[in-house]
């Protein structure tokens, strides 16, 4: 009999979807954010950023599309049954696939999430207060990421839940096998 604490298994390919769509979005914002105004530069050579309003700093199209971003993120923290990378993958993307050999535990992905929301969250912040260049970075740090776990299958988020793991810092450590 399992244990009713440990939360069923995922498909591992799930996340590898959402993290391939999740990357494209990023690579966009990245992409903007080096075009726009986190790298936009005054006639006297200076940053223009700093200098924008509130409302041109939240406007512009990178901040835009990493609020998105950063809100998929959330949805998917907080609801990962109905967020919609998840959705699409379970409905039209796995039964296409055979089923899986294994599932996986969802506790690490989902710390994965938060980790993404953190990051991009940071980005956003830090473009409100007219630090240049921090939301393409923090775009470019998801970005790497998202990819790394599309292309390979290494979610870094999730080896850091196992670090946390290991260290008593998060989750619950399932007994060693007998």
């Known amino acids: 009999m399992s244990d009713p604490s440990t939360p069923r298994g995922i498909d591992p390919r ?13 690579l ?4 903007l954010g080096l075009t726009g105004l ?11 950023l700093p200098s924008a309003t509130l409302a041109e700093r939240a406007l512009d199209p990178a901040f835009l599309l990493l609020l998105v971003i950063a809100l998929l993120f959330l949805w998917s923290v907080v609801s990962p049954r ?7 993958y379970r409905t039209a993307v796995a039964p296409r696939l055979k089923p899986p050999t294994e599932l996986e535990d969802p506790r690490p ?3 994965a999430q938060g980790v993404g929301l953190f990051v991009t969250g940071i980005g956003l912040v830090l473009q409100l207060f007219g630090v240049p260049l921090a939301l393409p970075i923090a775009a470019a740090m998801a970005f790497v990421a998202a990819f790394l776990n599309a292309a ?15 260290a008593g810092l998060v989750g619950r450590a399932r007994p060693a096998a007998a």
């Open 28 to 31: 966009v914002d990245v992409l």
């Open 109 to 111: 992905p989902r710390f």
């Open 152 to 166: 390979f299958g290494l979610c870094l988020g999730c080896q850091l839940y196992l670090v946390l793991q290991r």
């Open 38 to 48: 986190s790298t936009a530069q005054t006639s006297t050579g200076g940053w223009a």
């Open 82 to 88: 109905t967020a919609p990378w998840g959705a699409l």
């Open 14 to 26: 799930g996340p590898r979807f959402v993290a391939g769509i999740t990357a494209v979005l990023l």
